[in-house]
């Protein structure tokens, strides 16, 4: 009786002390949603915004491990609820994502990095919870959309409260977008490959005509990682294969002077749908989105030209400039919103999805 009483004791102390399990993330049944690299060690590193993980456990504790080359933004739901961003930053830090004792059913978490990857390279090495591990594989969506973009895509500005205000990485946040809000309106899972300031065939503010063709974002959205011109993505392996994409380039093209010739242009982005096509399927549906006028003419002839295409104009009139406009004139999440409307009504059109 004596041996059994200090038998329950002893496990008693040692559920008390803790007793969580750790897992490497990539040995988890956690589901990660974007372009990634897996490592050695059992890490996955990514610094496109946009990428999202999806944590399904029984307990009342889950913590991640994470490092940071810089400082990111990371949206957070626990089960389906909005909680406040979390900030990830340093090397090897632990950021804790539920802790409730009182609450120790199934919960779901969802993670995402909220800021483009001129803030920094996420690596997440282990998750730790008092309980158990869930699948998540049943949350796959039957749909999957990539965006190609600009600072609109990335959402530059979108919490910001005023057209004046300076670009801040706390006020940029993709899952305000009209990206993530058409991919949430087709119940679709989605990647979002955008930087700010980059174009087809030319970036914001260069002195020249056309940029250096590695800077702009007809070569960035064939790498792994956007601010590694050496990470190649693997299309043939790519745990994920969109069944549309959308394209949101040629503001920045435009933008400044010199600006490209039309033929320039419409060249360069021919020849990227054309790449990406060669990628990802030859009848893949292409909607392309334009938000500056100067792009409108050249861009609704090419498509006309192109099977399986489509052009959706944001051009002018969409969202007001007051009430709609956040950092640097980019348009807020109201803004957003409004430019979804219309990408949405296209893109429908495209597709033939409801």
Known sequence: MKRLFILTLFCSLLSSCGGEKTTPIANSPARV???????????????WSGVYIDIRFRGSYLALELSD?????????IDGEEQPKLTSEGNHATLVL????????????????????????ITLHSLTTDGRLLPTEDLKLPRHIEFYGDSLTCGYGTESQSGSEPFLPETENC?????????KHFGADYSLISHSGRGVIRNYGDSLQLSDSNLTMSARVF??????PDSAWDFAKSPYRPDAIVITLGTNDFSTMPHPTEEQFTEGYRA??????????CELPVLCVVHSPHAVACVKKMVEEIPNAAMADISWGVYNRTTDLGASEHPNRYGHEKMAKIVIEH????????
Not at 36 to 46: C, E, K, Y
Not at 175 to 183: F, S
């Open 223 to 228: 790498r792994t990682f956007d601010e590694d």
């Open 33 to 47: 949603v974007g372009r990634t690299a897996t490592l050695n060690d059992g890490s996955i590193s990514f610094d």
């Open 98 to 121: 539920f802790n409730n004792p009182k609450a120790e059913g199934e919960h779901l978490i969802r993670i995402q990095k909220a800021t483009e990857a001129e803030q920094g390279c």
């Open 69 to 77: 080359t810089k400082r990111n933004y990371l949206n957070l739901w």
């Open 175 to 183: 899952r305000y977008t009209y990206a993530v809000l058409t991919a």
């Open 347 to 354: 893109f429908a059109a495209l597709t033939g999805w409801n």
């Open 272 to 281: 990227l749908i054309e790449k990406l096509r060669t990628q990802w399927g």
